[in-house]
């Protein structure tokens, strides 16, 4: 079988930029970015926003600024933390600005170039127009244009990496999410032990409870968490008790359709082992919980998705036996070079 890495070839290219008194030659290196063979294609399109090494190093600038935000503390990296594949670990809500609380769970930030909307509600079909949700939001960043803008042509830094990312090398809202979507696109998670399975690679080797885990999950759950990405895109209700106190309505508040009440984006499970806790609000904080929540905690709630409710018995069967294998094949998701790369580090 023919096996595929995320690799880099070096082709050069220069433009002339200048600074007041002097003029330099910049050099800026594409990245040839390849789909992993065990892959779906690639959703985000790289034509129209292509990968350059300067590109990526503004968008990593970008994502660990702290000045971005109005408190000057909480940057993307503050609440997206690479040892916890880009998640807040052990946090049920996002945190922001001034100790502000949002009211749904930080999602992980992986193989986005892959997902064709964004955010538990749907909020966005763009990748490059997700950041500003975050960043916009007086709850999470706080940030506003004007004053980031004019803090990155303030600082040398920016200005020179700018130049060289960007054939205008002007320093725009435009720029910014473009630098950052290069990054975020680069944050693909394939290395797993599973997707060495998947590849016929070197250490793909699953055991026969992990591959019984496997079966059993193509059996129950992969109508929703679908291809390697390990979702469908879709938005759903998985029969979570409302909590009064939020009434989070999900999808409804992007489509305002009544029948899209209560549902959410169905998330992704790579690295799943190390994303806790779990679901939109952060209410379940183990594997075994949200198995459970599957088996006997489902609840008749309004646009239940029709997958949980099977002529009046509500959700998916699961023996203990059978929720011990899931969980040890889900365990083979976990991708340890992901997740100590250290291109995505902040240092």
């Known amino acids: 079988m023919k096996t595929y890495y995320l690799v880099l070839f ?14 330099e030659v910049y050099q800026n290196v594409p990245i040839d970015y390849k789909v992993p063979s065990n892959f779906p294609p690639l959703a985000y399109d790289l034509s129209k926003n292509p990968i350059t090494e300067k590109g990526f190093e503004l968008g990593k600038k970008l994502f660990y600024d702290g000045r971005l935000a109005s408190d000057g503390v909480i940057s993307c990296g503050f609440c997206h933390e690479q040892s916890s594949a880009f998640t807040h670990h052990g946090h049920e809500l996002s ?7 949002g009211t749904r769970n930080t999602p992980p930030i992986q193989n986005l170039g892959y997902q064709t909307t964004f955010m538990w509600d749907g909020a966005t079909t763009h990748l490059e127009l997700q950041p500003i ?24 830094e920016y200005v020179k ?31 797993s ?35 390697d990405i390990f979702t469908d895109n879709s938005f759903r209700n998985n029969g979570l008790a409302i909590n009064p106190a939020v009434n989070d309505i999900g999808y409804f508040r992007v489509t305002e359709l009544e029948q899209d009440k209560y549902k959410f984006k169905v998330p992704s499970l790579r690295n799943i082992e190390i994303t806790a806790p779990y679901m939109h609000d952060g209410r379940l904080f183990t594997l ?17 998705d029709a997958l949980l409710n099977n002529n009046g018995v509500l959700g998916i069967p699961l023996s203990s036996n059978e ?25």
């Open 193 to 227: 032990r599973f997707d060495k399975y998947r590849r016929n690679e070197a250490g793909g080797t699953l055991t026969q409870e992990e591959l019984d885990g496997y079966a059993l999950f193509n059996q129950k759950c992969a109508s929703c968490h679908a291809t």
């Open 95 to 101: 945190q922001g600005v001034n100790g502000a609380t």
């Open 288 to 304: 075994e919980a949200v198995l459970n929540h599957y088996s006997n905690g489902v609840v008749n709630t309004q646009n239940l």
């Open 323 to 347: 929720k011990t294998k899931i969980i040890a094949f889900l365990k083979t998701l976990t991708d340890n070079q992901f997740l100590t790369d250290k291109r995505f580090s902040e240092y």
């Open 133 to 156: 949700i975050p960043f916009l939001s007086p709850i999470e960043m706080n940030g506003d244009f004007a004053s980031t803008i004019a803090m990155m042509k303030s600082d040398e």
């Open 10 to 23: 070096i082709f050069p290219f220069f433009w002339n930029c200048s600074d007041d008194d002097n003029s």
């Open 161 to 191: 990496l700018y130049k060289l990312a960007f054939s205008n090398g002007e320093i725009n809202s435009e720029n910014m999410l473009k630098a950052l979507a290069q990054f975020m696109v680069m944050l693909t998670s394939s290395n």
